[in-house]
């Protein structure tokens, strides 16, 4: 019942204008803001920490009504690819091409900000594109998330050996492959490391697969514009990381940041970027 339901929303998402699908979103942000108070104790501390330490306005209901706009972007961006390639305004793409013509492959970074579904796709339209993601312990859901998520050029991968051996094989073909760096890897696969202030526990992976061949790490954005009116995506290119696994996650995070500010308010900041996975150590205490 709950995928049918879901691809029944899907479905509807897909024939709505982009407009009415973020005012959807917008208001799914305030529902779930106002109606649970554990995305609360999550969204404003975290969002109201990074926007004061840096002296920033503080737009705590621009944020929450943002951060169901995330949300449905990413769901109509999985049925209107086109579409959304047609709303994207692409900078600095110079950096993506001479990144690739050095024949390493490219290692793609893309937090979860605005519509960051959409860098993936675009990137498809030039050359092949794997994808690493955490599959859902619902078999149900991973079925329909992978279906809204295919796309020509695209090849996901999941988040175990396997799947980085995979990634691992695409960069030797000089393809690029894609990783959500602000997503807390599983216990015994990050360290922990500041993220704006605080010890989060971060995958060194984009090092580890970048260094083995001194291929380029690119970090992508796709800030939301006006309403219904798309995205502008940006790419920043970035100096190698340490071979040294915690500075390498050290570096990643302020790289994060960087990206983080660029959109504060469209950063998904429900999400317990400080959690502590089963397995891991304990965090450094706070001095």
């Known amino acids: 019942m709950r995928k049918t339901l879901l691809k029944i929303g899907l479905n509807t998402i897909a ?52 951060s169901g706009m995330l949300f449905t ?11 959304a390639l047609q709303l994207v305004e692409v900078q600095n793409w110079d950096v993506v091409e001479e990144a690739i013509q050095e024949g390493h492959g490219l290692v793609m970074l893309t937090p979860h900000l605005g519509g ?7 990137l498809a339209q030039h050359f092949p594109a ?26 996901f991968v999941p988040t175990n050996l396997n799947g980085v051996r995979q990634m691992t094989r695409a960069l030797t073909r000089g393809e690029a492959i894609g990783i959500l760096p602000d997503q807390v890897p599983s216990g015994g696969e990050g360290v922990w490391v500041p993220f704006f202030g605080r010890p989060a526990y971060t995958t060194p992976l984009p090092a580890r ?37 915690t500075l390498a996650a050290a570096q990643l995070n302020v790289t994060i940041e960087n990206a983080v500010l660029v959109a504060p308010e ?22």
């Not at 859902?136 to 295919?150: C, M």
């Not at 950063?267 to 001095?287: C, D, M, T, V």
């Open 15 to 66: 024939v709505l204008p982009l407009a009415a699908v973020q005012a959807l979103g917008a208001l799914l942000g305030l529902l779930a803001y106002i109606g649970s108070s554990q995305y609360r104790s999550l969204f404003r501390p975290q969002y109201e920490a990074v926007v004061n330490a840096h002296s920033l306005p503080f737009q705590l209901w621009k944020a929450v009504r943002a």
């Open 73 to 83: 972007d990413s769901l109509w961006i999985w049925r209107n690819p086109q579409k």
């Open 116 to 122: 960051f579904e959409i860098i993936p796709r675009v």
């Open 130 to 155: 794997t994808i690493l993601y955490r599959p859902s312990r619902q078999e149900w859901l991973n079925e329909v998330v992978e279906e809204g998520r295919a796309y020509p050029n695209m090849h």
């Open 209 to 245: 697969l970048a260094n083995r061949n001194s291929t380029p790490l690119v970090m992508f954005t796709a800030k939301r514009k006006a309403l219904g009116q798309g995205w502008v995506m940006q790419a920043t290119r970035l100096a190698p990381l340490s071979d040294d696994p």
């Open 266 to 287: 469209q950063f998904i900041w429900s999400y317990n970027r400080y959690k502590h996975p089963a397995g891991a150590e304990l965090p450094p205490s706070i001095q």
